[in-house]
């Protein structure tokens, strides 16, 4: 594989992200072209070796997701996801054309429980269609992932033809995905050492992990899957993903970094990055990262027992196996204030992973200063939370120009609102039962809209009562979820600006097509 060198002693682990496709199937997850995108040059900087950009087939944004993925990343592999058939297939290729390495992830499902209820199919069916969706997809790539769909609930002896007959078709790589969530870690080793001992051209192949985390068996699963062999570990940043989730990228590479003395693996990640990867995803999606979430939790490194705190301040390894910095959680640090001038904005931006054109860091450095005024410190967190916050209402055709709201304990609450709908100012007041009510009713006269809210959250960015609000709204409608986020030091005006963002990704996904379902055809 050309992403793995063997330069050390120690195996590589190679790291495929999926937080852009099995992340994104989270309800509620979806992520803008502009966030993917940034979110890719996040994930080649971490040292990821695969990204999974999407699911082309699924709908033309995801098309266009992994095609414009594929033209700015170099270092890491683009795959895109197909089922296995010719259509699937095509498109899955016709996205990664672009990528200076791509990668073509076609699946089939091998259980009973899937072969008898969804796909109808006999095994023997299943392996046909194995050879020839692998065989399809190796005529238009060179490299071809093949995955058994809910592999660990499948008889072992039919895995193993299965796994055959992809490596004899040409798969490079084969996935063995604990789709529920179901194995646990001696089980899902064993699968591997059986298929690595018996399947003939199994050590011309890497083998991969996928697991789902239904039972929070994800991460120890994926471990132990390369203790069985495999060398390929499928996971997702703060580890999102249907369901329950995928395994999270950032503990799996911070346990094989930390306990090295167990497990004599490598990985390319750089784990100063993580931080970063974590912020971003948990900002452009609205799924918050618990507060004592492993890794990049924020008590992750808080020490508040009278004995750890005279434990730490004697030595830190008593109570720390990593330090904070090893994984880019750095003390919170004062950045600059209103006289700062662009040229220190542009060098902070960079320090921070950014690296903007010259329109949008102009737009940046405005918004900066309009902080700076209304903020007397300006922290880190500040600047990532504005930068995320730009760069995700790049393109939207709904935008707050106004907002005015009447609140206390005399009502009725009332905001004045004005937005510009296509770039075209309306404007309406309207009353509520409490302010953000007020603000979401005049939202609902400009722009009117069946959805429903399913989520309104707000975190506060920074320490202090001046701190930026961060917003989360969540709307469901037929079936659609969309999130918007934003940021303000006025909460209000960050409620509207995120209600009115989750809009616009709602006008976008109506013109999305869901994939037919899966059936037994194309080949
Ligand atoms: O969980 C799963 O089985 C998957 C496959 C499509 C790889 O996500
Ligand atoms: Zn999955």
């Not at 238009?140 to 007959?165: H, I, N, P, Y």
């Not at 320090?351 to 209304?374: H, I, P, S, T």
């Not at 934003?486 to 109506?510: E, F, G, I, M, P």
Request: charged share 25%; net charge negative; proline share 3%.
């Amino acid at each position: 594989m050309s992403t793995v060198s063997n330069s050390s002693t120690r195996d590589r682990v190679v790291i495929f992200d999926t937080t852009m496709r099995d992340g994104e199937q989270a309800p509620g997850a979806s992520m803008s072209l502009a966030e993917k995108l940034e979110l890719a040059k996040i994930l080649e900087d971490l040292g990821v070796d695969v990204i999974e950009a999407g699911f082309p087939i699924a709908s033309n944004g995801d098309f266009e997701a992994v095609r414009e993925v594929s033209k700015i990343v170099t270092k890491s592999t683009i795959a895109g996801l197909a089922r296995a058939s010719t259509k699937d297939i095509d498109r899955a290729a016709e996205a990664i054309k672009p990528a200076a390495r791509g990668r073509i992830h076609t699946f089939l499902s091998t259980s009973p429980q899937h072969r008898d209820f969804i796909l109808k199919m006999s095994q023997e069916e299943i392996l046909e269609q194995v050879t020839a969706s692998v065989t399809y997809a190796r005529n238009l790539c060179g490299d071809v992932e093949w995955s058994a769909q809910d592999a660990t609930r499948t008889e072992q002896d039919f895995l193993r033809r299965c796994v055959e007959a992809a490596i004899r078709a040409g798969a490079g790589t084969i996935n063995i995905p604990d789709t529920v969530g179901y194995t646990f870690p001696e089980e899902y080793a064993a699968i591997f050492r059986d298929l690595i001992e018996n399947v003939p051209g199994a050590d011309t192949v890497i083998f991969s992990t996928h697991c789902h985390n239904d039972l929070g068996l994800a991460v120890a699963n994926s471990l132990a899957g390369v203790m069985g062999g495999a060398r390929q570990i499928e996971c997702a940043v703060n580890g999102l993903g249907e369901r329950a989730g995928n395994a999270s990228l950032e503990e799996v590479a911070m346990t094989i970094k930390v306990r090295g003395d167990a497990l004599p693996y490598r990985t390319n990640i750089d784990s100063r990055q993580i931080t970063r990867a974590s912020r971003y995803v948990s900002a452009v999606t609205g799924f918050p990262v618990q507060f004592n979430k492993a890794i990049v939790g924020k008590n992750a490194f808080a020490h508040e027992s009278g004995i750890h705190q005279d434990g730490m301040l004697k030595n830190p390894t008593t109570y720390e196996i990593m330090t904070p910095e090893s994984v880019g959680q750095g003390a919170t640090n004062l950045v600059m204030g209103k006289h700062s001038g662009r040229h220190a904005f542009k060098d902070k931006l960079k320090a921070l992973g950014y690296e903007l054109g010259d329109n949008a860091l102009n737009e940046a450095f405005v918004r900066f200063k309009e902080l700076a005024d209304r903020k007397k410190h300006v922290y880190d967190e500040d600047i990532v939370a504005l930068v995320g916050d730009a760069l995700s209402h790049e393109g939207d055709t709904l935008v707050v120009t106004h907002l005015k709201v009447v609140a206390g304990t005399e009502g009725p609450q009332t905001a004045e609102l004005t937005m510009a709908v296509d770039g075209v100012e309306t404007s309406a007041t309207a009353t509520g039962d409490g302010p953000v009510d007020a603000v979401f009713n005049a939202i609902h006269e400009i722009v009117p809209h069946k959805a429903v809210l399913q989520l309104f959250q707000v975190h506060a960015v920074t320490e202090g009562t001046d701190a930026q609000a961060q917003v989360t709204v969540r709307l469901e409608e037929d079936g659609r979820i969309v999130t918007g986020n934003s940021a303000d030091t006025d909460t209000l005006v960050a409620a509207a600006k995120a209600y009115v963002k989750a809009l616009d990704n709602l006008v976008r996904r109506r013109a999305k097509t869901a994939p037919e379902p899966m059936i037994a055809s194309g080949f």
